[in-house]
């Protein structure tokens, strides 16, 4: 026993000047966290976290580091080893952790996390559900868990209420190919692409005459029509496919700039 | 409680190999020598962080720096010499650093800072240095395609001036090839360019495409009618024809690339020979 | 003498590692000229699973050496529109693959280019068939 706290003593008067003392580690993850060094401050928070196992910050720390330097997979595997019951992980740790798991886009499993953990109010859980539900595309569901909520004059609440509104001017794609079969190139004019759309009218319209004009010349029996006509018809069956996408392209385009709203808004509240 | 001070202890005695700021600076040092350049890296930047009243920083940098050259991060290294160069007063030192981050930036191939770091050498250097110094400026000249200069500090690298002077002949020639005057022999023959220079695969290549196009728009406008033939084939005929007196050109430009390379190459193994030598 | 001789063989092979030392600093100025070479290699033509990759692929070939290589960059897109038609091919088969290709032809105009992302080191637009465009996932959560 005596030895043993001579040892321990000798151990701490070494510690003096030393640069690797938990203060001074701390100071230099932090330095590395702020500078923008985020593998290395992971590397250096895993060191503090094993000397100190029961400090909430520099768990916390330790997942954002994780998360900032796109190691997400190991972020998420290392909550088990960091608090034995998921359900109780207080809040800093766990909003971290549920931020890990949206840019993991495991999006079930988030839910799974914040749903039983017991540090977030029924707000928290409802608004936590809407920003994932936004964020992975799902305005259906958002709107009913959304409907949910108790307080109506939360900031962040208020927010989402107006991107859940803006949501519903949308283009239909069915319309879009619908009219492209009808008139080619119309259905990419609808979606505000009218450049393109007159491109593929030239083009298939162009095909077609020469097509028309090479049967009325030499007949059906000649190839010339027949290919005209097949890169025609090729040109026209693009277009359609093109209007759809063109569709599907402005959708998204739309419900992006909503997302970075809602993003915006999510980091300026949590 | 005998459990508790065992904990503590293993804690301390884990953390306390390369403790202090002199002790990490030497297992950095040792992890350099070791060639394991990325944890020395990683020590050295906590040295530096620690290292307020900046004692070991004139050392560290161009550590780290040599280090980033070793792992091939050329850019990140030239950072760190011109860091090493302010941090010293010695002249000596300064233009070791420079001579460094000249190499950084000629295999980055960045030749105009190269040139700048150049003028911003010392006057009279020392032997091992000066021969270092007329390495990296031979190879600069050359890249810059200042061959006189060039041939005369490659001259002062090897002992056989013979082979040098037979090099920088050869490569007068390819200072010949005009990729202008293949383009437009092009113009006039489609493909002749191309031979000019020696790629008779794509010459012929550009020559029947170019022909054939050409035949087949005459047959057009002789069968049909002219208008049905400017239509059709006129605007293939023009893409490449146009396309490939252009390719000529630039066919030209890497053949030529593809030869000084070579020669380049050739001049560096008498370089090495001469150091061989030496 | 047995001493002697062990110190004069470190000497030697201490020599000899520095001529390496030397020898290795000459290699990395191997490059510092650009080589000149402007061939391609067409990775999409290769891996073919079936005949009809096997006969697109043919033909990707066959234009891209003859044809191709004879004219200048006119295409718009990285991948450009030939590769994209292989790619797309490969992907969704032959129908589906060239109503997707005759669709790119007509975009392929130059005229939208806000619609696409820039690829600076090519200084061409993306567009490539085998990513499909999901909803990104707003990444930037602080």
């Known amino acids: 026993m005596r030895l043993l706290l001579l040892l321990f003593s000798i151990s701490f008067t070494l510690a003096g000047q030393d640069i690797f003392t938990f203060e001074k580690s701390r100071r230099y993850g932090d330095y590395l966290l702020k500078s923008g060094q985020f593998e290395l401050a992971s590397k250096e928070y895993e060191r503090l976290v094993y000397l100190s196992p029961n400090n909430d910050t520099l768990k916390t720390n330790l997942l954002k580091a994780y998360r900032l330097s796109n190691q997400t997979t190991l972020g998420i595997e290392k909550l088990i080893v960091l608090y034995a019951d998921k359900t109780k992980v207080p809040f800093s740790p766990a909003l971290e952790f549920s931020k890990l798991q949206m840019q993991n886009q495991s999006w079930q499993q988030a839910k799974d996390f914040w749903n039983k953990n017991e540090s977030f109010s029924s707000d928290d859980k409802v608004l936590l559900n809407v920003t994932s539900d936004i964020f992975n595309n799902d305005f259906k569901s958002a709107r009913t868990t959304f409907s949910q909520i108790s ?33 080619p190139g119309t259905g990419k004019a609808y979606s505000n692409n009218w450049k393109d759309g007159i491109v593929s009218l030239f083009f298939t319209a162009g095909m077609a005459f020469q097509s028309y004009r090479n049967f009325n010349k030499y007949g059906t029996n000649n190839h010339r029509g027949w290919i005209y006509g097949g890169i025609g018809l090729g040109f026209y069956l693009g277009n359609i496919y093109g209007s759809v996408k063109s569709t599907k392209d402005y959708n998204r385009k739309k419900i992006n700039t909503l997302q970075h709203e809602a993003s915006a808004l999510f980091n300026t509240y949590y | 409680m005998k459990q508790v001070l065992f904990l503590i202890l293993i804690t301390n005695s884990l953390t306390s190999f390369g403790q202090s700021l002199e002790q990490t600076f030497d297992f950095a040092n040792q992890l350099y020598i070791q060639k394991s350049y990325q944890n020395a890296v990683e020590a050295y930047k906590r040295v530096v962080y620690f290292d307020s009243s900046s004692l070991y920083s004139n050392q560290i940098y161009p550590k780290i720096a040599d280090c980033l ?177 252009k390719k000529a050109e630039l066919i030209a430009i890497a053949k030529i690339q593809e030869k000084r390379y070579k020669i380049y190459n050739q001049l560096l193994d008498e370089v090495e020979k001469g150091e061989t030598l030496k | 003498m047995k001493m002697k001789y062990i110190v004069i063989k470190f000497l030697f092979l201490g020599l000899l590692l520095l001529k390496n030392d030397a020898l290795a600093q000459v290699s990395l100025y191997r490059n510092v000229l650009p080589n000149g070479n402007i061939k391609k290699e067409y990775v999409e033509a290769k891996n073919n699973k079936n005949e009809v990759q ?24 990285s991948p450009s529109c030939s590769e994209y038609g292989i790619l797309a091919v490969k992907k969704y088969g032959m129908i589906k693959g060239g109503v997707m290709t005759m669709d790119r032809l007509t975009r392929c105009n130059g005229l939208s280019p806000h619609n696409y992302e820039f690829d600076k080191t090519t200084m061409l637009l993306k567009d490539d068939p085998r990513i499909t465009p999901a909803v990104s996932v707003v990444s930037n959560i602080k």
């Open chain 2, 69 to 245: 050259f070793s792992l091939e991060k050329y850019q990140e290294s030239a950072d760190y010499y011109d860091l090493a160069y302010f941090s010293t007063e010695d002249s000596l030192l300064k233009d070791t650093y420079i001579l460094k981050k000249i190499s950084c930036f000629l295999i980055l191939q960045e030749y105009d800072y190269a040139e700048i770091e150049l003028l911003n050498l010392g006057s009279d250097l020392p032997d091992s240095l000066e021969y270092e110094k007329n390495f990296n400026e031979a190879i600069l000249r050359f890249a810059k395609e200042e061959y006189d200069l060039s041939e005369q500090i490659f001259k002062k690298l090897t002992s056989d001036t013979l082979a040098i002077n037979e090099l920088f002949n050869q490569n007068t020639k390819v200072s010949r090839i005009s990729p202008k005057k293949a383009k437009i022999m092009s113009m006039f023959m489609p493909g002749l360019g191309q031979i000019y220079v020696g790629d008779i695969k794509n010459g012929l290549n550009s020559f029947i495409l170019s022909a054939g196009l050409f035949a087949l728009g005459l047959r057009s406008a002789y069968i049909n009618n002219p208008l049905d033939a400017a239509i059709s084939v006129l605007p293939w005929f023009q893409r490449y024809y146009q396309g490939g007196f």
């Open chain 1, 151 to 183: 307080n109506q004059e939360n900031e962040l609440g208020i927010g989402y209420r107006s991107i859940l509104e803006k949501e519903v001017h949308k283009k239909s794609p069915g319309l879009a190919a619908l009219m492209s079969a009808v008139v």
């Open chain 3, 54 to 77: 096997l006969v697109f692929s043919g033909l990707f070939l066959f234009y891209k050496t003859f044809f191709s290589s004879q004219d200048l960059t006119v295409c718009t897109f």
